[in-house]
């Protein structure tokens, strides 16, 4: 049997935009942690061989302090997605007009700063719609990674609400944060959404662990581990163990504050886990890439997606052929 693949992907999710979520005080100054992280990550991702796909936030490009850290994750040979420009997690709100601006202000800041082109989309908080997915078509898209099919949205977003400051109205523009309880029963596979005109656009979900759909991102391993890491190292093994039984190719995602304590990165004790050190999720992340090593080849979310567009005998390089 062949041995699967697996992409990594990180949602470059800066600290405005976790102080924006949070409506936390001084997050219209688009404050950075991407002069700490990003030399970091990078350094770590090249102890580790690896390269991955790293979704950038249009208004963190537009910014001139970061630009030559976008730069470096170019440079570094990491592909580059686009993540929306003001990272709002209620884009499946926005019209369509609204999405047009904001994907193609993105895009083209992206596309300045990094020098490459972004064929991969991914919305904020896991938001999406129809139209979303018509834009990112016409505009040549190669795939959107926006899907988290699970069960328990609804739970992670009613914690989130209890931890944060958000207003009633802020609440109810983000009442679709995380997804809905019926995403559980979305495809967990790469698959090609039908849309108008006859086109289609392939959608890379976020894995969940396959048949009991519950998350294996980051994220949720790191919130494990808190608990206790022989039990998050046993979830996780089950849940490869599932992929490789279905036949499931993981697309894994990682954020900042997976990699980030507040021994690095200050004024976000708002968000959890945080008190956990950078050292000891340095350490859990390497052995959850070493556990994902043993089992799939790693690869970025572009070298997964051509070889699904090879399997279908469809050119990659121009999709709409």
């Not at 997050?27 to 990078?42: A, K, M, N, Q, S």
């Not at 016409?138 to 914690?159: E, H, K, Q």
């Not at 949720?220 to 890491?229: E, G, Q, W």
């Amino acid at each position: 049997m062949s041995k699967l693949t697996a992409s990594l992907s990180l949602d470059l999710d800066n600290k405005w935009s976790y102080m924006k979520n949070n409506n936390s005080e001084g997050w219209e100054g688009f404050p950075t942690y991407l002069d700490i992280f990003v030399p970091y990550i990078l350094k770590l991702l090249g102890e580790l061989e690896l390269k991955i796909t790293f979704f950038i936030v249009g208004q963190d490009a537009a910014v001139e302090k970061n630009q030559e850290y976008i730069r470096m994750i170019a440079d570094a040979g990491h592909e580059i997605g686009n993540h929306s420009f003001k990272h709002e997690t209620y884009l499946h709100l926005y019209t369509r007009e609204e999405l047009e601006e904001e994907i193609d202000k993105s895009h083209n800041i992206i596309k300045s700063i990094s020098g490459q082109e972004p064929k991969g989309f991914r919305g904020p908080g896991f938001t999406w719609s129809e139209t979303l997915l018509e834009v990112l078509e016409a505009r040549g898209y190669v795939y959107d990674s926006s899907t988290f099919p699970t069960f328990i949205g609804p739970l992670a977003r009613m914690y989130y609400f209890k931890t944060s400051n958000l207003t009633d109205e802020q609440k109810k523009e983000r009442k679709e944060l995380f997804g809905k309880f019926s995403d559980g029963f979305m495809k967990l596979k790469p698959y090609f959404w039908k849309l108008k005109n006859n086109s289609k656009l392939l959608e890379v979900p976020v894995t969940t662990m396959p048949i009991f759909r519950i998350p294996i991102h980051l994220t949720y391993l790191m919130y494990l581990s808190s608990l206790s890491k022989p039990l998050m190292f046993l979830y996780l093994k089950c849940a490869m163990l599932l992929c490789r039984l279905t036949r499931t190719s993981p697309n894994f995602l990682i954020h900042p504050t997976d990699l980030l304590g507040d021994d690095m990165v200050k004024g976000m004790e708002f968000f959890p886990g945080m008190m956990i050190p950078s050292h000891e999720k340095k350490a859990i992340f390497k052995t959850i890439i070493k556990i994902f090593a043993k089992h799939f080849t790693l690869v970025t979310m572009e070298e997964q997606v051509a070889k699904i567009y090879e399997k279908c005998d469809i050119s990659f390089n121009n999709v709409k052929a």
